[in-house]
């Protein structure tokens, strides 16, 4: 009953078929991060948004987006957090253009996020709220899967133990700067690069052979 409340409240659905049968080191992935002004994902505003791709343990630095996304209202502390000021974000990129060009990853793209939940729910109320065309997004979460990690090895997971920097941290990964939406979608793609090579070195693994992870997940937008 859980799973299936699971399923219903974050809108898990099977495995696109384009991506199923791909092996791991090939497969196209979009790293995308959000900075929110809250983790109450019915009010939450996104501050700035960063993403890239890349593929074949590779990172596609060309690739790169950042932008400071246009907000309102009360921001709380998160231009303190994330180094901006109030005169950044009244200057910044309206979101509409930012998901417009996110769209164009809809289909060729597997999305790696670290805390996929999180994010995906913000993206589905803006995408509501701005009528965009409904889509489905295939997911990767490092953080769920670093959750089956540690499970797997310690039988439970310590507080703290699976953000983004501890998990770095397991795999010998450098410190990377924190609460910025570019440096956070570089380190959640190097991660989920570590994890996959300790999980499968000869990289023959592909999407169905990590569903039971729970870190394998589609999402519709909209």
């Known amino acids: 009953m859980l799973d299936f409340l699971k399923k219903v409240l974050l809108g898990q659905h099977p495995i696109a078929e384009r991506f199923k049968h791909i092996r791991y080191p090939e497969l196209p992935l979009l790293s995308l991060d959000l900075e929110l002004t809250s983790l109450d994902t019915n009010i939450a505003r996104i501050t700035s948004i960063g ?3 890349g593929s074949n343990y590779q990172v596609d630095l060309a690739s790169a987006e950042y932008n400071v996304i246009r907000a309102k209202g009360d921001l709380q502390q998160s231009p303190v957090i994330h180094g901006l000021t109030a005169k950044d974000i009244k200057l910044g990129a309206h979101i509409r253009e930012r998901l417009h060009i996110l769209e164009s990853y809809v289909e060729s793209h597997v999305w790696v996020l670290h805390n996929a939940a999180l994010d995906m729910q913000v993206l589905n109320r803006l995408w509501k709220d701005l009528g965009l065309k409904q889509v489905k997004i295939t997911t990767i979460d490092t953080m769920l899967l670093e959750v089956y990690v540690v499970e797997k090895a310690h039988g439970l997971v310590p507080k703290g133990a699976v953000v983004l920097d501890n998990a770095r941290k397991r795999y010998g990964l450098a410190a990377t700067p924190l609460h910025n939406a570019l440096d956070d979608a ?25 569903a039971h992870t729970g870190a394998i997940n589609t999402y519709i937008l909209g």
């Not at 989920?192 to 990590?210: C, E, H, V």
């Open 51 to 53: 993403w890239l791709t």
């Open 186 to 210: 570089l380190a959640t793609l190097t991660l989920l690069y570590a994890q996959l090579y300790a999980l499968n070195k000869r990289g023959t693994f592909k999407m169905t052979d990590l």
